[in-house]
């Protein structure tokens, strides 16, 4: 499902991932490296120990995501990818705004697994709601000239 206002036809070659030490974090990063459009990078906390391969660009950011320190990292960056939690709603709305201010121009929230926008969904998985909210979220910033994706590929069984 692509949703967003306005889809940018720029091309994407330097993407950036978030919370890529996570569960779904180190396939994400393992397929997109293997592409060779995408000059890929990591968005890290200062508190994290993941580690990643030696070639891939680390931006460690202090565990409160400073915004200076956050539009230092997704300067240049034409997408993101966000695998933070959806417990994590203020943080993922500070990552978003300065990725606006940055100029990425695509981003692409944790939607993976269950469709948060049917609402049956939330009602049986609360924590889900925070997926739902960042989507909103994402609506609400589509004037800004910002385009997101959300892709919802079902649930995981491994």
Do not use: C
Not at 108 to 118: K, L, Q, R, V, Y
Not at 129 to 137: A, E, H, N, T, V
Request: aromatic share 6%.
């Amino acid at each position: 499902m692509a949703k967003g206002k306005g889809i940018s036809t720029k091309e994407i070659n330097n993407v950036i991932i978030a919370g890529a030490g996570g569960n779904l974090g180190p396939s994400i990063v393992e397929a997109l490296d293997k592409d060779p459009q995408f000059t890929l990078s990591v968005l890290s906390r200062k508190g994290s120990s993941a580690t990643f391969p030696s070639h891939i660009k680390v931006h460690r950011v202090d565990d409160s995501y400073p915004e200076d320190q956050l539009l230092d990292a997704l300067k240049g960056q034409d997408a993101i990818v966000l695998l933070l939690p959806p417990t994590e709603v203020p943080v993922l709305k500070s990552i978003i705004d300065a990725s606006i201010k940055a100029g990425v121009s695509r981003v692409i929230p944790g939607e993976f697994g269950s469709d948060s926008s049917i609402p049956a969904v939330t009602e049986q998985i609360p924590f889900l709601k925070g997926k739902l909210d960042i989507k909103q979220y994402l609506q609400s910033k589509e004037d800004t000239g910002l385009s997101w994706s959300a892709i919802v590929n079902g649930g995981f069984f491994d």
